[in-house]
Nanobody, 127 residues
Framework: QVQLVESGGGLVQAGGSLRLTCATEGRTFSSYAMGWFRQAPGKEREFVAVISKNGGVTNYADSAKGRFTISRDNAKNTVYLQMDSPQPEDTAVYYC????????????????????WGQGTQVTVSS
């Protein structure tokens, strides 16, 4: 079992910046590729970004490319999502999750390809 805890959400003005953090305990963190998803009210959960186990490879949803950056620090058992120039349409609850074992992380964009999830952190972008 992997417990993930997101933090860093809040209210931000459009065009500002925000960094989300997902932390876990334990020595198995580096054995998981990690992803970020988001869910806006009345919408399905959608993929945002994924990062390889060692942090060397990343992949993004089109909506996140050029604005968001996923990174990780395996020494701190932490994965980050840097949100630059967020817009009101980025308002959502953001979740981190571990890529399911046996799943090719680079193309993992469906929530069922992820196994362990955090509780989410609310991001609200004001115009």
């Amino acid at each position: 079992q992997v417990q993930l805890v997101e933090s860093g959400g809040g209210l931000v003005q459009a065009g500002g910046s925000l960094r989300l953090t997902c932390a876990t305990e334990g020595r198995t963190f580096s054995s998981y590729a990690m992803g970020w998803f988001r869910q806006a009210p009345g919408k399905e959960r959608e993929f945002v970004a994924v990062i390889s186990k060692n942090g060397g490879v990343t992949n993004y949803a089109d909506s996140a490319k050029g604005r968001f950056t996923i990174s990780r620090d395996n020494a701190k058992n932490t994965v980050y999502l840097q949100m630059d120039s967020p817009q009101p349409e980025d308002t959502a609850v953001y979740y981190c999750a571990t890529v399911r074992s046996g799943t090719y992380y680079y193309t993992a964009r469906s929530s069922n390809e992820y196994e362990y999830w955090g509780q989410g952190t609310q991001v609200t972008v004001s115009s």
